[in-house]
């Protein structure tokens, strides 16, 4: 059977931190310096991937812009109004999208993994052989995190196209059915968010199927559900005020990538100004994550390892111990 919280040097297991913010501080002390290379590693790789799928989608998107640039100028030399046909940008941009979250869950995954293996080991562990731990789990872990995304926005994506068709078919009900929407589906993501907010970390330090995540972090939170959602709440704050920071910050860098864009397509208006749009957030992304999700992984797995001391559950000892030794047997 696995060790005992009792013997944390016979399995390399941390004692189950306290999940209060005290706790959490003086964890993420101890363990900010590999965490944030970690993250510093994960957001590089991300922003080159990334950036390389941003570019793919301008080369697909350039007959487009060019067609869009002609009908304009034919337009100004007849002296008519031109509304340009957007969807092939649209479609493109729909493709784009879907990519760049499938690199996000991956991305988050492995770093989730990561930050949770670092939080967890009581000697130190070089961030290489963090890095290499949580590759090998990558898949598990980036399917937790789509598997989660879809949970949580296919209930927001079913409200935005019902608000929609309401406003089509019933106009003068919209407003109403608007808010009656709001009031049924904000809750309901907002309990999905909270009740799987532990899944990547089950998934990291127990070895979880994406199923048995999902369970496992539903059960865990549903033992301690305000504690929970105050922690998801202010860690959710700390992400979007920083995010909202940086992008303000970030908005002179849309005038550069006008410029950039107007050079390289030869003055290319449409696609300028579709750079000139991204640019902000294309930046204030990375940073964001680089200056938080340290930080709100630590906190995560902090809260899922007590939650799993508490309910006897799981200590992801042997995700730990399977790596360091094939030979290894619990005690």
């Given at each position: 059977?696995?060790?005992?919280?009792?013997?944390p040097?016979?399995?390399?297991?941390?004692?189950?931190?306290?999940?209060?913010?005290?706790?959490?501080?003086?964890?993420?002390?101890q363990?900010?310096?590999p965490?944030?290379?970690?993250?510093?590693?994960?957001?590089?790789w991300?922003?080159?991937a990334?950036t390389?799928?941003?570019?793919?989608a301008?080369?697909?998107?350039?007959p487009a812009?060019v067609?869009?640039?002609?009908?304009?100028?034919?337009a100004?030399?007849?002296?008519?109004?031109?509304?340009?046909?957007?969807?092939?940008l649209?479609?493109?941009?729909?493709?784009?999208?879907?990519?760049?979250?499938?690199?996000a869950?991956?991305a988050?995954?492995?770093?989730?993994?990561?930050?949770?293996?670092?939080?967890?080991?009581?000697q130190?562990?070089?961030?290489g052989e963090?890095?290499?731990?949580?590759?090998r789990q990558a898949?598990?872990?980036?399917?937790?995190?789509?598997c989660?995304?879809?949970?949580?926005?296919?209930?927001?994506?079913t409200?935005?196209?019902?608000?929609s068709?309401?406003?089509?078919?019933?106009?003068?009900?919209?407003p109403?059915?608007?808010y009656v929407?709001?009031?049924l589906?904000?809750?309901?993501?907002?309990?999905l968010r909270?009740?799987?907010?532990?899944?990547?970390?089950?998934?990291?330090?127990?070895?979880l199927?994406?199923?048995?995540?999902?369970?496992?972090s539903?059960?865990?939170v549903?033992?301690?559900w305000?504690?929970?959602?105050?922690?998801?709440?202010?860690?959710?704050?700390?992400?979007?005020?920083?995010?909202?920071a940086?992008?303000?910050?970030m908005?002179?860098?849309?005038g550069a990538?006008?410029?950039?864009a107007?050079?390289?397509?030869?003055?290319?208006t449409?696609?300028a100004?579709t750079?000139?749009q991204?640019?902000?957030?294309?930046?204030?992304?990375?940073?964001c994550?680089?200056l938080?999700?340290p930080?709100?992984?630590?906190?995560l797995?902090t809260?899922?390892?007590?939650?799993?001391?508490?309910?006897?559950?799981?200590?992801?000892?042997g995700?730990?111990?399977?790596?360091?030794s094939?030979?290894?047997?619990?005690?």
């Open positions: 059977m696995t060790a005992t919280t009792g013997e040097a016979d399995s390399g297991e941390a004692p189950p931190p306290d999940p209060g913010a005290p706790g959490v501080l003086r964890t993420f002390a363990r900010c310096g965490a944030y290379r970690l993250t510093l590693r994960g957001t590089a991300a922003t080159l990334g390389g799928v941003l570019l793919l301008f080369a697909a998107a350039w812009f067609e869009m640039q002609r009908g304009a100028e034919l100004r030399r007849q002296e008519d109004s031109y509304v340009p046909d957007t969807e092939v649209l479609l493109v941009a729909a493709g784009a999208l879907l990519v760049l979250l499938g690199l869950a991956f988050f995954g492995v770093l989730h993994t990561a930050h949770s293996l670092a939080v967890t080991h009581v130190p562990v070089e961030v963090l890095w290499r731990r949580a590759r898949g598990r872990a980036a399917a937790v995190q789509a989660r995304g879809v949970l949580l926005g296919g209930p927001a994506l409200g935005v196209l019902l608000w068709l309401a406003d089509v078919a019933l106009p003068a009900a919209e109403v059915l608007g929407l709001l009031a589906l904000v809750p309901a993501v907002v309990a909270v009740g799987f907010a532990l899944a990547p970390a089950a998934a990291a330090l127990d070895g199927g994406t199923t048995a995540a999902l369970h496992r539903w059960t865990l549903r033992g301690a305000w504690r929970t959602t105050v922690c998801v709440t202010a860690l959710a704050a700390l992400t979007v005020g920083a995010y909202v940086l992008r303000y910050t908005e002179p860098a849309d990538a006008h410029a950039l107007m050079s390289v397509s030869s003055g290319n449409y696609l100004f750079a000139a991204l640019a902000p957030s294309a930046v204030a992304l990375p940073l994550a680089l938080t999700l930080f709100t992984h630590t906190a797995t809260l899922y390892v007590r939650r799993c001391a508490e309910q006897g559950l799981g200590d992801g000892a995700i730990r111990d399977s790596s360091q094939p030979n290894h047997s619990s005690s």
